[in-house]
């Protein structure tokens, strides 16, 4: 069957150019759509690719070079002699997108002069996408010249140079003018060399960068298309209705004198037992009290990490500055004779408003994403389903004007919600206890939580580095999560002792302090390596660790805290998720709630991440795991 009135027809093979490089591929012509005016198309490897007509080329006119060159030049030869850092590291021989990126810069080599200077250059060097021609050749010289500076400086530490986030930006930049659909695997696609333009070396190395970025959304939507037509959306129906009922379930049970699974399913009480208007005018007015702090000109101004257009974001971190605020509000608000209490007797009705508002939030965040440029859009969370995309989250980075609603809804009305909630319980413990202070268990439980989110507040820069904020769209699931999730169950424990007294004794206490301490020590100093790395790879702070040189020109730790375990972050998180359960004892299941979905979480999270630096990092990747062989408990798992 034939297109007509189409330049190229179905099955026709022709010259693919690669994304953001002049290297063009043998290609097959899968269809044509009239209405976007675009080509789909396949390479050898799988790849599917909707390239512009100008961007296709008949193969007649073509050289192909590959088979013909020398064997020395070959990328795995070239490699050995390198004096790339990653000759010490990395032997896998496995042909990533990385490898067949390389393959492409030796392979469409255009001078011999190149060749030599490549000889001596790492494998894959980035350098900055051109602006104008004039502009081009200054920053490039420069930016040569700074990177042979910093290569005589520093010719031992496997670092990245300083641009390298900036060229990440400017090669995924390039994804904006294709549509990736999926690439089957990282294949042996052959590099050909198109004769009239002449290759440029920067080219060929942004291919390598383009190749390696763009090889995640394919391989990861190749995989995931076929799942995501047929789990991802009842499965997605699933979550919406269960999360929330899940959510009403515990604060009802938490509600009961004996709260355990020999009482399930609590007695549901009427409809309206659920609804209180007044409860939703509070959760609206503490929101708004919180974007008020959030919107103030007050604190630092920091940048997130290059989006794939290659713009940084910028962002308020005011989050401290907010919870201090927040805390003299509220004590002034109890003096001046407020019965916080009432978040207690209303736990049900104040969850049921938010749950409402975090609907309401997730829906509008659904319709914009609809009007969203596709660079604006996450890579997951782009199905086409809309109870899909609608719970995973369509956009990336939604805002409106400089007031970012991702960052805002993580980090502000619940993060600080949960702390009043838990000032708020142990009042609510002295009341119903007719107590004089708090317990120790309560304490113990309103410290540790209470550290947890100031800690966050205060490096809440280093959210910015996070899965969430870098890749995750912003819809049902995080709404849901930051402003009902997080507010009510991450306080169950606060709220079970209420009316569940559990006595500690003074060894049992000093444990559980121990636990906590060194918990949060690992957490906390896993987390700042892994950012300041992330934020400057030559900070001189970090230049006794090793590292493990990939592809996109970032690195990956090796040593210091990433390299006892892969996620240590998560390790040091779950012992102080112990902490904060052991303080109410074994009698019920219910305060355990939050470490038994905390393992759950961080379990997915990490093979969810796995994924995803094994599809970005590829062999770099394989050869961290294989060096560092548990991903969060040492010798366990
Ligand atoms: N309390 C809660 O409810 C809760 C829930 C979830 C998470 N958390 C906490 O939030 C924090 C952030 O967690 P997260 O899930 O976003 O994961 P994360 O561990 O902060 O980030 C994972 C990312 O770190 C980078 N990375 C991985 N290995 C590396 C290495 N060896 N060297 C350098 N970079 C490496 C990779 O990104 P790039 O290479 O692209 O930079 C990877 O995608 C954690 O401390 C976690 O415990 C808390
Ligand atoms: C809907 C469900 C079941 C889950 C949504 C997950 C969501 C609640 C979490 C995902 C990432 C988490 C996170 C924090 C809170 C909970 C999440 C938003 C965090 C802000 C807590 C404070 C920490 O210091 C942190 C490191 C800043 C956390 C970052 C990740």
Redesign the pocket.
């Known amino acids: 069957m034939t297109m007509p009135s189409v330049k190229y027809q179905r099955g026709e093979m022709v010259m693919g150019r690669w994304p953001g490089s002049s290297l063009y591929y043998e290609v097959k012509v899968l269809r044509y759509d009239a209405s976007s005016q675009l080509y789909t198309v396949i390479y050898k490897d799988g790849t599917e690719l909707e390239l512009k007509e100008q961007d296709i080329k008949n193969a007649a006119g073509f050289q192909t070079r590959s088979r013909s060159r020398s064997r020395s030049r070959s990328p795995g030869r070239r490699r050995s002699r390198s004096r790339s850092p990653a000759r010490t590291t990395r032997r896998s021989s496995s042909r990533t997108a990385a490898a067949v990126a390389t393959a492409a810069i030796t392979e469409s080599a255009p001078t011999s002069r190149r060749d030599a200077k490549l000889k001596d250059t790492p494998e894959v060097r980035l350098s900055p996408l051109k602006q104008t021609k004039a502009a081009e050749n200054n920053s490039n010289n420069k930016h040569e010249k700074k990177e042979e500076k910093q290569k005589e400086e520093n010719n031992t530490a496997n670092k990245v140079n300083e641009s390298e986030s900036k060229v990440e930006a400017e090669s995924e930049k390039n994804q904006g003018r294709y549509n990736l659909r999926r690439r089957k695997d990282d294949g042996d696609a052959k590099a050909l060399e198109i004769k009239p333009e002449k290759l440029e070396e920067k080219d060929a190395k942004l291919a390598a960068a383009s190749a390696a970025s763009l090889s995640s959304p394919l391989d990861f939507g190749g995989k995931m298309a076929s799942l995501l037509c047929f789990v991802l959306p009842p499965g997605a129906y699933f979550?919406l209705l269960f999360?929330p009922a899940w959510v009403l379930f515990l604060v009802l049970q938490v509600n009961l004198e004996d709260p355990s699974l020999a009482n399930f399913p609590p007695l549901l009480p009427p409809f309206e037992a659920f609804w209180d208007a007044q409860a939703l005018g509070f959760v609206i007015l503490w929101v708004l009290f919180q974007v008020l702090l959030y919107i103030l000109p007050v604190g630092k101004l920091s940048e997130g990490m290059p989006l794939r257009s290659g713009e940084r974001l910028k962002y308020r971190t005011n989050g401290f500055f907010a919870i201090a605020v927040s805390a003299v509000a509220v004590v002034a608000a109890v003096h001046q004779g407020v019965d916080l209490t009432y978040i207690h007797s209303h736990f049900l009705q104040l969850a049921t408003a938010s749950l409402l508002i975090s609907v309401l939030l997730s829906i509008y965040l659904y319709v914009r994403s609809r009007y969203a440029a596709p660079e604006q859009l996450a890579l997951g969370g782009n199905s086409g389903n809309v109870v899909y995309d609608f719970f995973k989250g369509h956009e990336l980075n939604p805002r409106i004007k400089d007031f970012d609603l991702k960052f805002f809804c993580?980090?502000r009305p619940?993060?600080i919600g949960w702390c009043l909630i838990n000032f708020a319980m142990a009042l609510a413990e002295m009341k119903e206890q007719s107590l004089n202070a708090p317990s120790y268990s309560m304490i113990l439980v309103n410290l540790f939580q209470l550290l947890?989110?100031l800690?966050?507040?205060w490096?809440?820069e280093?959210?910015l580095t996070?899965?969430?904020l870098m890749h995750d769209g912003f819809g049902f699931?995080?709404a849901?999560?930051?402003l009902v999730?997080?507010p009510f169950t991450?306080t169950l424990q606060a709220y079970y002792l209420v009316s569940h007294p559990n006595l500690l004794s003074l060894p049992a206490l000093a444990a559980i302090v121990t636990l906590k301490l060194v918990g949060f020590y690992i957490f906390r100093k896993s987390?700042s390596e892994k950012n300041a790395f992330r934020r400057n790879p030559s900070d001189p702070k970090l230049s006794h660790l090793k590292t493990i040189p990939t592809a996109t020109g970032k690195s990956l730790l090796v040593s210091g805290w990433w390299g006892v375990v892969r996620h240590p972050?998560y390790l040091g998180?779950l012992m102080m998720a112990l902490a904060w359960s052991l303080p109410c004892g074994f009698s019920h299941l219910l305060p355990w709630h939050y470490m038994i979905?905390f393992i759950i979480?961080l379990v997915h999270r990490d093979s969810r991440d796995m994924s995803e630096c094994r599809r970005k990092y590829g062999s770099a990747w394989d050869e961290y795991c294989r060096t560092v062989r548990y991903r969060i408990i040492p010798r366990v798992y």
Do not use: C, H, P
């Open positions: 979550w999360l993580e980090m619940g993060l947890y989110v800690d966050g507040l490096n809440e280093a959210i996070t899965m969430d699931m995080l849901f999560g930051d999730w997080v991450y987390n972050n998180d979905y979480l």
